[in-house]
């Protein structure tokens, strides 16, 4: 809810809620580090956020003006956190590690790599994940019976499929118990695609061009999960474009990448989901979509807007509460346009005016935007 308000130009009253943490809206920075300042006398500063007046920043402060330069000077912002990050708590560093994550490059490799050392495992395993992310191999494979790769390797089959056009392909192996279903999910955790795809003497694109999807859901969840932990660029949008692509429930999978999707591939899928209704439900799933973008179209622009009228004119208790969770998502998502019709059109079909799942639509359709008197 803060998001919508902060993206409509208001901010929440501080006597109804106050942010805590550094991942609040860019907006709350200040409060934020007003509440870290109540131990102290001073207050972020606003000069400049150098190496010398780097303690003079609180930590949300300083979080945001290294995200804004690791987009716009990623070697200055790199270089400040290089110098000041090993003083820091190993929450602090780990956020700011964190936000190596924009522009992230190979010029960054001899600093990541140097986090190998860090007192903090946390640290270490997220440096060696952006590492993953440029290629590099940060776990040697040896192929031994000790060898996380090599385990993982085991529970996936490479085969050949085609007759003229012969190309390898990778389906999850027949799993025995569950024993083995909880062992695969923990290697596929700890594990890096590089490494993996090395292990199958093949590259990222052809692995994942090749992998079965529909063979195995659960493994499927967990080859989405890997590529967006420590998959490359062009390997995070190949997957999500071909699961796209391919529609239905392997789309779905791509709500494992979302943390790392930019705003047209999550609005892509968004507006799939809506458009199929099969999976409504799984749009409550989503993660980092922006707020303030979904039009009237969108949910007219196939069975979105049947299937909500049906479960708002039903009598199925399952479906009702559904629709509370998709109606409270889609409060979050829509133009305020938007939510002022669906408000209606929900009330027409059987919603009670009152009803606390049209909250947060009556809430965005009251915010037009600076300016208005509510």
């Known amino acids: ?42 207050l972020a500063p606003q000069e400049k956020l150098t190496a010398e007046t780097w303690d003079e920043f609180y930590p949300a402060a300083r979080r945001l003006v290294l995200a804004d330069m690791r987009r716009t000077d990623p ?79 085991a529970f996936i089959t490479e085969g050949r499929s085609g007759f003229i056009r012969r190309r390898t392909i990778y389906t999850p192996a027949k799993l025995k118990s569950q024993a083995q279903e909880q062992r695969r999910a923990e290697l596929f955790e700890i594990c890096n695609l590089v490494d993996l795809t090395e292990r199958f003497n093949t590259t990222e694109a052809e692995f994942i061009g090749g992998w079965q999807f529909g063979a195995d859901n659960k493994a499927d969840i967990l080859i989405a999960r890997m590529v967006a932990a420590s ?76 299937a909500l009228r049906s479960a708002a004119g039903g009598k199925d208790d399952a479906a009702r509460r559904g629709l509370d969770d998709v109606l409270e998502t889609i409060g979050f998502l829509a133009t305020a346009t938007t939510a002022a019709k669906l408000i209606d059109d ?23 935007g600076p300016g208005s008197n509510t």
Do not use: C
């Open 231 to 306: 998959g490359s660029e062009a390997a995070l949008t190949q997957m999500a474009d071909t699961l796209i692509a391919e529609g239905g429930k392997p789309a779905l999978f791509v709500l494992q990448l979302m943390p790392r999707l930019d705003s047209r591939r999550k609005r892509v899928l968004i507006r799939l989901i809506l458009k199929e209704t099969t999976y409504l439900g799984m749009i409550n799933l989503a993660e980092g979509i922006d707020v303030d973008w979904l039009e009237w179209d969108d949910l007219t622009n196939g069975q979105a807007l049947a």
């Open 1 to 42: 809810m803060a998001a919508l308000v902060a993206s409509r130009g208001f901010v929440l009253h501080p006597m109804d809620w106050m942010p805590s943490d550094q991942n609040s809206p860019d907006v709350y920075a200040p409060w934020v580090d007003w509440q870290a300042s109540m131990n102290g006398e001073r």
């Open 75 to 153: 070697t200055s912002a790199r270089m400040l956190i290089e110098a000041k990050a090993s003083g820091e708590p190993a929450e602090v560093r780990l956020a700011l590690v964190e936000l190596m994550r924009f522009g992230l490059s190979a010029e960054d490799m001899p600093f990541l790599k140097s986090l190998s050392a860090d007192r903090s495992g946390k640290v270490r395993e997220l440096a060696g994940r952006l590492l993953a992310r440029l290629g590099e191999h940060v776990r040697p494979s040896d192929g031994g019976p000790d060898d996380p790769v090599a385990e993982l390797a």
């Open 346 to 368: 929900m009330v027409a079909a059987g919603v009670p005016p009152a009803a606390p799942s049209l909250g947060l639509l009556r809430l965005n359709a009251s915010l037009a």
